[in-house]
């Protein structure tokens, strides 16, 4: 059977093929039946022994379907009109809830399996067959049930006028592209951009002959537009005679942009010979005009992809005259593909005293409003349209009691009536994604306003939770890298924010801005996607409330929200929950109840603390992510009941300084990729081979050296810790690492204990990243790694001699980060040394007086830092231009 849109489990841990949807370009309600077609299909083909009425109810079910996906194809593109977008939850419920059925149905042949090893098989084979028997005729009763909902769905589609609705123009999409439009002709105060606007005019007014393109990027409702017209309208571009300013937008016609254009220069006289020309006499004929009026200066404003400027780049001549075209655009890529030479602008969101003072602008708030007034602002995190918004909702209210209700729900205001503009603005980027990045976009509505995310978490979670597809696996890709290259997107688009960067560039934590991350969850709950559970807001019906979403994210009130689910229907239907409680210790009887949700493939309890996790983990057999618990003491023990999660990939520790003991029985999961973000010992003899592990955090040697490294063929992440009950003067050694050829991460701390010879390493030909912290003495030492490694960290490694000689040599190092590594008083940097080295880290050299750096070394070169080397006052004349860009920070404490 061939299965092209749809992501199937593997029939040896999956029987019945009820797995998720592998959505790719299709739309989310319309890829949600397309499974749910194919899941009763699998049924059918798969359960031959069924009672005849079970058969003909699902065959109907599958069938009804499939006519109507016709219809919700069409509608998903009318999401944003009322009537239609709950016609279509209307759909996706009953989608929805057919998988769930056959799900639970799927969850007993998971129990049969895994009890079929500790009891007479007849026995059990006779118990399950009694089972299945009961499930089936329950099975029937559901699924009558969803075929009078079938019906009903049927029904409204013709009564409501839907039918009727979609055969007419899409006017809420008519008045965006208005509202896009018209935007860049508005004058809009403008505060911040002062220094925005003095470097961009410096690109624009430089002397330079060649044709020049300038890249404003950033968040939607920064300012782009308005910083891009006021530099339209400056007097000091007055000397460029041509001028022309266009909207793109992301639904664009290439023909309708070229005719505004033409129109900017020509006047709207010519609106009827512009008419009759196609795409290719338009762009010649602007070409023309261009290369007549000489100097120009063109703005074209919201690029959302490539294709546009490629398609029109061409009718912008270079006759070496310096003209210069700005752009703006939501997306980073966008900007840095336009051009090789072009000049890329990251906007800035407002600081606290530039946001207030943009406030202050229209508002004008009284003496007795100023508090509140600033408290409201700085709840727009520096986004001016959220300041001009809000200052606009206040401004004819002058009064405590309103101002006070505004701030209790600032972002209901925010979005509510007039100010719609908002949420538009923002949502334009939500559309714009992928459906596989729309998945992983809204999945950061789970987290309480202002936290900090860890970004190598938050991509297993995404896996696990099957936002990426597992095709691209088998082409080669592996889910984690496709992972990254999500996250990175988002970034670009600036929809993720940045909070911190690793010594080496990559992506540590990120966050959401405060309205993002309410864009996020009024989409999740429109979608059905997920829905947020806090006791501390009520609710009359909080059942209501939950009832139809796949994820619930607890944030108070975890025994409350258990207690909802008596019915144990509703609890099949929830297959993601995250578990907030930062109050404190949550009971062993509350943790016990979340086994009631029998179809969870993510259960994240890092954010929790419990004396203890329950044995009865073990039966929530569909788990592919497990985030453990925190405790009040040294070691929390994971019950061997672990060894039914026969499709669990990532096991996640709260955090790195937890410590976990693992029992022998783990080793039996052959899915197993990740065992993560926390200190891990206990039974480390792997007695099959572990063909799927790619990551082993924080395991103590004592425990490493139990490990056949034959058994991890495939492990890419190896952090090892040094073993206090072995003493400094322990003898260690790395001698069964040479065997892990697809090693690509490898951390050894063992600070004041001796690092073994790393000569080991050398075999590995894939290593990227190194991190050695322990003491080293000769430099010599680090020519054993191979040339593979990019990035590497050395710590207190207690060299006596100059390191930077030996460190010089590695010709494809990019990052370097010394940490208290050297006793000596002078360091020397070769001719032609770290030819590649971009960042480099120095940090408590104490005793460093003076560092040379030779010609035509570290060319590369573009941050660098210095911390704690108090005596070295001076750095060398290489390194000035990093400090005068401002890369560079001498002695920063």
Request: with cysteine.
């Amino acid at each position: 059977m061939t299965v092209s849109l749809l992501k199937v489990f593997h029939m040896s841990s999956d029987p019945q093929g009820i797995g998720t949807p592998t959505k790719g370009r299709q739309k989310m309600v319309d890829a949600i039946v397309s499974f749910a077609i194919q899941t009763l299909g699998n049924f059918l083909i798969q359960q031959v022994n069924i009672r005849i009425g079970v058969r003909d109810t699902v065959r109907w079910l599958k069938d009804e379907l499939v006519f109507l996906q016709a219809s919700v194809r069409y509608a998903e593109s009318r999401q944003d009109e009322e009537l239609i977008r709950n016609w279509l939850n209307n759909v996706r419920e009953v989608a929805d809830e057919a998988v769930a059925i056959l799900r639970n149905f799927n969850v007993l042949h998971q129990e049969h399996a895994s009890s079929k090893q500790d009891v007479c098989h007849s026995l059990i084979s006779y118990v399950w067959m009694c089972k299945k028997e009961a499930k089936l005729y329950d099975i029937g009763k559901d699924f009558e049930s969803l075929k009078e909902r079938v019906v009903d769905i049927k029904k409204r589609r013709r009564e409501y006028g839907i039918n009727a609705m979609l055969a007419t123009p899409n006017v809420q999409q008519k008045r965006r592209a208005l509202l896009r439009t018209t935007a860049i002709d508005n004058h809009v105060d403008v505060v911040g951009f002062e220094d925005d606007i003095k470097t961009l005019m410096s690109e624009l007014d430089s002397e330079d002959p060649w044709r020049k393109v300038i890249a404003i990027h950033g968040m939607g409702g920064l300012g782009k537009t308005s910083l891009a017209t006021e530099l339209y309208n400056s007097g000091d571009l007055r000397h460029f005679g041509t001028r022309a300013k266009v909207c793109v937008s992301n639904e664009y016609s290439i023909k309708d942009v070229l005719k505004r254009l033409i129109k900017s220069f020509m006047g709207i006289e010519h609106e009827q010979e512009l008419s009759k020309m196609d795409e290719h006499d338009l762009l010649h004929h602007l070409q023309k005009l261009l290369q007549d009026r000489g100097r120009y200066l063109i703005v074209i404003d919201d690029i959302w992809d490539t294709k546009v400027w490629e398609l029109i780049i061409k009718a912008f001549p270079d006759q070496k005259n310096g003209s210069r075209i700005i752009i703006t655009t939501r997306n980073k890529k966008v900007a840095e593909m336009i051009d090789d030479k072009c000049f890329v602008h990251q906007l800035r969101f407002l600081t606290e005293e530039e946001s207030w003072q943009l406030f202050c602008k229209r508002a004008e708030p009284t003496q007795n409003l100023k508090k509140l007034g600033k408290e409201m602002v700085g709840k727009c995190g520096g986004l001016p349209l959220a300041i001009v918004v809000l200052s606009g909702l206040l401004l004819h209210n002058k009064n405590y009691a309103y101002w006070s209700k505004v701030k209790e729900h600032i972002w209901r205001h925010l979005k509510g009536g007039a100010s719609v503009q908002i949420e538009e603005i923002l949502s334009l980027s939500y559309i714009d994604l992928s459906l596989q990045m729309q998945d992983c976009f809204l999945y950061l509505a789970r987290f309480p306003e202002d936290h900090i995310i860890d970004v190598h978490v938050l991509k297993l979670q995404w896996i696990a939770e099957e936002f990426l597809s597992e095709d691209h696996e088998r082409d080669g890709v592996p889910m984690e890298e496709l992972a990254e290259d999500y996250l990175i997107e988002l970034i670009n688009r600036n929809l993720i924010q940045i909070t911190r960067l690793q010594w080496d560039g990559n992506v540590g934590e990120c966050r959401v801005h405060d309205l993002v991350r309410e864009l996020a969850i009024d989409k999740a709950k429109e979608q059905k996607f997920l829905e947020i559970f806090d006791s501390s807001r009520q609710h009359p019906k909080p059942i209501q409330l939950l009832r139809g979403h796949h994820r619930h994210a607890i944030y108070n009130g975890i025994g409350e929200h258990f207690k909802l689910f008596e019915r144990r229907s509703d609890a099949l239907y929830v297959h993601s929950l995250s578990l907030n409680n930062l109050s404190g210790r949550v009971q062993l009887e509350e943790m016990k109840m979340y086994t009631k949700f029998k179809n969870l493939q993510v259960l994240d309890l890092t954010r929790v603390k419990s004396d203890r996790i329950p044995e009865e983990v073990g039966d929530l057999v569909l788990l592919k992510f497990i985030g453990l618990m925190g405790c009040f003491r040294n070691s929390l023990e994971i019950p061997p009941s672990i060894v039914k999660l026969k499709r669990l990939q990532t096991l996640c520790g709260s955090n790195f300084f937890q410590c976990y003991t693992i029992p022998r029985e783990l080793w039996e999961l052959k899915e197993l990729r990740h065992i993560t973000n926390g200190q891990y010992s206990g039974s480390m003899k792997i007695c099959n081979h572990q063909t799927k592990l790619r990551t082993l955090d924080e395991i103590r040697y004592k425990d490493w050296v139990q490990i056949d490294t034959l058994t991890i063929p495939n492990l890419q992440t190896l952090t090892i810790i040094r073993s206090e009950e072995l003493g400094r003067g322990y003898a260690y050694t790395l001698d069964s690492i040479a065997k892990l050829a697809s090693l690509q991460t490898f951390t050894l701390l063992l600070f004041s204990s001796n690092i073994p010879t790393i000569k080991p390493l050398w075999s590995c030909k894939l290593l990227k990243s190194v991190y050695l912290a322990g003491t080293i003495e000769d430099p010599l030492e680090l020519n054993f790694l191979p040339d593979s490694v990019r990035n590497l960290s050395l710590i207190r490694s207690g060299f006596l001699q100059d390191p930077m000689p030996t460190l010089g040599n590695f010709t494809n190092l990019t990052a370097l980060e010394l940490f208290d590594v050297y006793q000596g008083k002078k360091m020397v940097c070769n001719h032609n040394a770290f030819p590649s080295l971009r960042v480099l880290r120095l940090e408590r050299m104490d005793n460093l007086e003076e560092w040379q750096v030779e010609d035509q070394t570290l060319p590369s070169l573009i941050s660098f830092k210095t911390t704690r080397c108090d005596i070295l006052k001076t750095l060398p004349v290489q390194l000035e231009r990093l400090r005068i860009m401002g890369t560079s920070d001498l002695n920063n404490t």
